[in-house]
């Protein structure tokens, strides 16, 4: 299974709030696949899924910021900055202000959610992706994400070489 968008995720875990692990633990059906048109959004997350891009019944997406620089494609190393949330509006790990994560698309070195969210995007833009369970974190769940959960991200697209 790919890695979170984090790489040092691992390390990033052992500082989530056991309250964020019991918020983790409730909702979800463990056993169906997560289907980003039939959840109800926090109305702090700004999610209007009729309004997104539908890129599969698992992936939509929505450019808040339409970037101006290199586009974002198979083979390209890219550079972010992002904030993940659960769609009950409980942010789960973020990035904004710390490190950026880079990455090469189509390596399978994050989530295919992102992996495919992201072609198509422009350096210097900032997208919203709602990614279901099937190209997240499937049946097994990821640390403290439960089995076939939505997940929430707001990416900023830092550059494209």
């Not at 790990?93 to 959610?113: A, E, R, Y």
């Not at 974190?137 to 959960?149: E, M």
Request: net charge positive; charged share 15%.
């Amino acid at each position: 299974m790919p890695l979170h968008p984090v790489r040092l995720r691992r390390r990033v875990a052992s500082l989530i709030p056991l309250a964020f692990a019991a918020a983790c633990l409730t909702g979800t059906d463990p056993g169906t696949p997560s289907n980003p048109a039939t959840e109800t959004y926090a109305a702090s997350l700004g999610v209007n899924i009729s309004q997104m891009q539908k890129i599969s019944d698992a992936l939509y997406i929505q450019d808040l910021i339409v970037g101006t620089g290199t586009t974002a494609a198979a083979g390209r190393s890219v550079s972010a900055t992002y904030t993940g949330w659960l769609v009950d509006g409980t942010q789960f790990d973020s990035n904004v202000g710390k490190t950026p994560i880079s990455f090469v698309l189509g390596q399978q070195q994050v989530i295919q959610g992102w992996e495919l969210g992201l072609l198509g995007m422009r350096a210097g833009g900032k997208r919203r992706l709602v990614i279901g369970s099937d190209l997240a974190y499937g049946s097994a769940g990821y640390l403290d994400i439960r089995p076939n959960t939505t997940l929430v991200y707001d990416i900023q697209l830092l550059s494209v070489q």
